[in-house]
């Protein structure tokens, strides 16, 4: 059984930081990309951030500078370090893996970020 399992999330100031991470089970961890994407009230699920198994990684524009994806292929976890957040950075925010080689993907249950001003 596959599971994508994030922690990490809570309230926090604007100017504050936070680190989610996601801990995968059940799946060859390092063959697939995994990622992060936010979906905020009323709104549509949105990339943040991609890391390959090589280590490539890819972000929104919205969070360049601001935000970094690694991974532990060790300890099957996939982290997002954000700092700087802003009020507009509220949101759910969910893990995502993909192997494209296997063509199957997952989804986390999520976990909520929530800026105070």
């Known amino acids: 059984q596959v599971q994508l399992v994030e922690s990490g999330g809570g309230l926090v100031q604007a100017g504050g930081s936070l680190k989610l991470s996601c801990a995968a089970s059940g799946i060859i961890f390092s063959i697939y990309t995994m990622g992060w994407y936010r979906q905020a009230p009323g709104k549509q699920r949105d990339l943040v951030a991609t890391i390959t198994s090589s280590g490539r990684t890819n972000y929104a524009d919205s969070v360049k500078g601001r935000f970094t994806i690694s991974r532990d292929d060790a300890k099957n976890t996939v982290y997002l370090d954000m700092n700087s957040l802003k009020p507009e950075d509220t949101a759910v925010y969910y893990c995502?893996?993909?192997?494209?080689?296997?063509?199957?993907?997952?989804w986390g249950q999520g976990t909520q970020v929530t800026l105070s001003s």
């Open positions: 995502h893996a993909e192997s494209k080689f296997l063509d199957t993907d997952y």
